[in-house]
T-cell receptor, first 113, second 112 residues
């Protein structure tokens, strides 16, 4: 069975600080990897995704993630966070058939102005 | 833009009541999903459907059932609501294998 671990449950940063959120997964097959974001009061939306190719993936709003196969990791990064990045972030792994996503427990990010 | 709508944003029901949560998507997606979201547990898949009248159990189907009579509509049914089903329920849809899922705004259900 697939599983996804997000080790940081709560992160507090000041504006302009750099961000890295950890995501590790366990899955035996070819993985499809996602980061979703949920801003306060809004629905979950896709931040970025990895299916194949360049392991460094760029998403919206300056976010990027790196797939490291040997470490079963897909960490999310942003060089300089803004107050508007305050949200909950979810890592997810999809199975080969594409019909199921397994989500991590989420990381709540608070950015102080 | 893909739009996934859910019938209610907030719902309060009593223990033992039958509860229907409705989800509609407007992009002709084949796949539809129901999750529940709880703090610290992320999203857990309850059921999904890959075609009309087809359904598959997810990770936590106990106490729930689903119905998909039309391609655009996917309903989640709590036959007899219990307090441990108090949660945020999210519906999602996707169009192809490996494609991203698009989520609705969620229904916060409280069972008293």
């Amino acid at each position: 069975a697939q599983s996804v671990s997000q080790h940081n449950h709560h992160v507090i940063l000041s504006e302009a600080a750099s961000l890295e959120l950890g995501c590790n997964y366990s899955y035996g097959g070819t993985v499809n990897l996602f980061w979703y974001v949920q801003y306060p009061g809004q629905h979950l939306q896709l931040l970025l995704k990895y299916f194949s190719g360049d392991p460094l993936v760029k998403g919206i709003k300056g976010f990027e993630a790196e797939f490291i196969k040997s470490k079963f990791s897909f960490n999310l990064r942003k060089p300089s966070v803004q107050w508007s990045d305050t949200a909950e972030y979810f890592c997810a792994v999809g199975n080969n058939a594409g019909n199921m996503l397994t989500f991590g427990g989420g990381t709540r990010l608070m950015v102080k102005p | 833009d893909v739009k996934v709508t859910q019938s209610s944003r907030y719902l309060v029901k009593r223990t033992g009541e039958k509860v229907f949560l409705e989800c509609v998507q407007d992009m002709d997606h084949e796949n539809m999903f129901w999750y529940r979201q709880d703090p610290g547990l992320g999203l857990r898949l309850i059921y999904f459907s890959y075609d009309v009248k087809m359904k598959e159990k997810g990770d936590i189907p106990e106490g729930y059932s689903v119905s998909r009579e039309k391609k655009e509509r996917f309903s989640l049914i709590l036959e007899s609501a219990s307090t441990n089903q108090t949660s945020m329920y999210l519906c999602a849809s996707s169009s192809l294998p490996r494609a991203e899922q698009y989520f609705g705004p969620g229904t916060r259900l409280t069972v008293t």
